[in-house]
């Protein structure tokens, strides 16, 4: 700013956005100081620096304005986690899938987790089945991130809201003649005999 350019010359444009053409610093602060005003060098990468005289104090106050108001818009996205059990109720369900889109709606990701314990692992097909089944219901609000996977005794998947134009679930594979649901499928390798278009089983 003003004395303290060291360019040997720099591109000159006045408070009223008009080029003045290309001078020493000298005289482009003499002309700034005759308007009361200060030079200020914003764009020193430039060949040559590009200065503007400018009331550098509104400057600041501007620049920090327009800041302040970046940061206040910015959404700060946390991921939340909703944990499931193998056999959770159908109204646990139901409310734990409202919590779910209630996050996604409020532009979170989630993080959902079907745990199993004991006994219950021998039968992941119940997990894995539900976990299709809870993608499947949220449909348009939701698209899979991280798609589900076992990780040691849970079932997980990471679930974000869905953006417009964004990529689309997939369509999980569904038998002969029957359309299936708009859902992502499970990265897992063996369907579950007997279920619904979509839903796919644990290892054996």
């Not at 996977?149 to 953006?163: D, F, M, R, S, Y």
Request: glycine share 8%; proline share 8%.
């Amino acid at each position: 700013m003003n004395e303290r350019i060291r360019a040997k010359e720099i591109r000159v444009v006045d408070d009223e956005g008009k080029q003045l053409g290309i001078m020493p610093p000298y005289d482009a602060v003499k002309i700034a100081r005759e308007r009361g005003l200060d030079l200020v060098e914003v764009s020193p990468t430039a060949n040559p620096p590009v200065c503007r005289i400018i009331n550098y104090g509104k400057y600041l106050y501007q620049l920090s304005k327009r800041q302040h108001e970046a940061r206040k818009h910015q959404r700060s996205i946390e991921l939340k986690e909703v944990k499931f059990r193998p056999r959770t109720s159908e109204h646990d369900f139901q409310t734990k899938r409202n919590h779910i889109a209630q996050f996604l709606d409020a532009g979170n990701k989630v993080k959902a987790t079907i745990m199993f314990r004991g006994r219950e692992m021998a039968h992941r097909d119940l997990g894995w089945q539900m976990m299709q089944r809870l993608i499947t219901e949220l449909g348009e609000a939701v698209q899979v991130e991280t798609r589900p996977k076992q990780e040691g005794p849970n079932l997980t998947a990471i679930l974000a809201p869905k953006k417009p134009g964004g990529v689309k679930p997939k369509k999980a594979a569904a038998p002969a003649g029957t359309p299936g649901p708009k859902t992502a499928t499970p990265a897992h390798p063996e369907p579950v005999a007997g279920s619904g278009a979509g839903a796919v089983s644990s290892d054996s």
